[in-house]
């Protein structure tokens, strides 16, 4: 669970640069920053990366979808969801961790701002607030979800950590989701064994030896015959008849009582 300090350090570094573009002001704390004016811009890397300060309702890059209190219910389910899979998969590769990490801490970055920021700066109810977002690189004008931009959509750390993490997912799934397949049998002569039955391989040539020498070891142990060698009983006795009289080498052959 170590890579939940990515998580809460992306989270962090999240609230603090909103917190420096928006401005706050704790009396008690004598914390009084006074950030940026509302829609307002300063370049950063000359025209091409600039920090502007808006603030969006709906999900990262400003995407509109429905009613405030859903997308903050489902950002709660999620990241409760996305924590848990953290959890279960603890000892997976560092990659699928990473990547989650920083998902959810993205998810919980702008869940603090919907859930928090309506109350603290006095303008909606809890679970009501809007995403600070700051960051805005200059692209060519393109078309989503029915939107014309003439700039990339601002953005914010947050939305930064869930594109990365997603990103990993994407570039990485081969390593992140691969399976470990059965190393294949090799006969003593380096010939291939036929390939597996429901799941497994046949038995190699040492162990066929083995059992084939078992079974013939059963087969010739004297308590494992079934052949019954039954002596003659008395029903059985030849009979003193003239056909039996005959004389052998010996003289004539009599039945004994």
Do not use: C
């Not at 848990?84 to 990473?98: A, E, P, S, T, V």
């Not at 960051?135 to 003439?150: A, K, L, S």
């Not at 020498?213 to 142990?221: A, D, I, T, W």
């Not at 009983?233 to 008849?241: L, P």
Request: hydrophobic residues 45%.
């Amino acid at each position: 669970m170590r890579i939940l300090f990515v998580t809460f350090l992306v989270v962090i570094i999240d609230q603090v640069t909103k917190l420096l573009v928006k401005g706050i002001k704790i009396e008690s704390l004598g914390i009084n920053i006074k950030g940026m004016p509302y829609g307002s811009s300063k370049p950063l890397f000359g025209d091409i990366v600039r920090i502007t300060f808006i603030e969006n309702p709906g999900m990262a890059f400003g995407i509109d979808v429905g009613p405030k209190m859903f997308l903050t219910i489902f950002t709660i389910a999620a990241s409760l969801f996305i924590l848990f899979y953290i959890y279960k998969h603890r000892n997976d590769g560092l990659l699928i961790r990473l990547s989650l990490a920083l998902i959810l801490a993205g998810a919980i970055g702008n869940l603090i701002d919907r859930t928090f920021y309506g109350v603290i700066y006095n303008y909606a109810p809890l679970f009501n607030g809007k995403v600070v977002d700051f960051v805005q690189v200059e692209f060519w004008d393109f078309t989503i979800f029915g939107r014309t931009y003439t700039t990339w959509p601002i953005w914010n750390i947050a939305d930064a950590a869930v594109s990365a993490g997603f990103l990993i997912i994407l570039f990485f799934h081969n390593r992140i989701f691969k399976t470990d397949e059965p190393a294949p049998v090799v006969n003593g002569d380096g010939t291939l064994v036929s390939p597996p039955v429901d799941g497994e391989y046949p038995l190699e040539p040492a162990e066929k030896i083995h059992e084939e020498n078992s079974v013939q070891s059963n087969f010739n142990h004297p308590e494992n015959n079934n052949i019954n060698i039954n002596p003659l009983n008395g029903s059985d006795q030849i009979e003193d008849t003239a056909e039996n009289g005959a004389s052998g080498p010996g003289g004539t052959i009599k039945n004994k009582d």
